[in-house]
Nanobody, 121 residues
Framework: QVQLVESGGGLVQAGGSLRLSCAAS????????MGWYRQAPGKQRELVAI???????NYADSVKGRFTISRDNPKNTVYLQMNSLKPEDTAVYYC???????????????WGQGTQVTVSS
């Protein structure tokens, strides 16, 4: 099991920016694809961005052009840079290792505590 610790959330006005970090334990970080998810109140958790071990990225349509996922393998850390934030981006954000099945991605590990992002209008 990989231990995941998210940080960097907070309260920001619409149009603002935040950078989330996810520190992962384990020596196999560099070979894992990583994903950022979010869960808004009353809604299901959704995948917003993934980055493969080779650095290929993919984004949900709702965040494309505003969010950027990146990774620092020596630091076992994955980041989510969020720009032009909207009130609908308000959610708890989680990271996880992910695996691909067909055209879909699925989480592989237990969830961390997440980090709250609140965007005010």
């Amino acid at each position: 099991q990989v231990q995941l610790v998210e940080s960097g959330g907070g309260l920001v006005q619409a149009g603002g920016s935040l950078r989330l970090s996810c520190a992962a334990s384990g020596s196999t970080f560099s070979i894992n694809a990583m994903g950022w998810y979010r869960q808004a109140p009353g809604k299901q958790r959704e995948l917003v961005a993934i980055i493969t071990s080779g650095g290929t990225t993919n984004y949900a349509d709702s965040v494309k052009g505003r969010f950027t996922i990146s990774r620092d393998n020596p630091k076992n850390t994955v980041y989510l840079q969020m720009n032009s934030l909207k009130p609908e981006d308000t959610a708890v954000y989680y990271c996880n290792t992910v695996m691909q099945a067909g055209s879909s991605w699925f989480p592989r590990n237990s969830w961390g505590q997440g980090t709250q992002v609140t965007v005010s209008s």
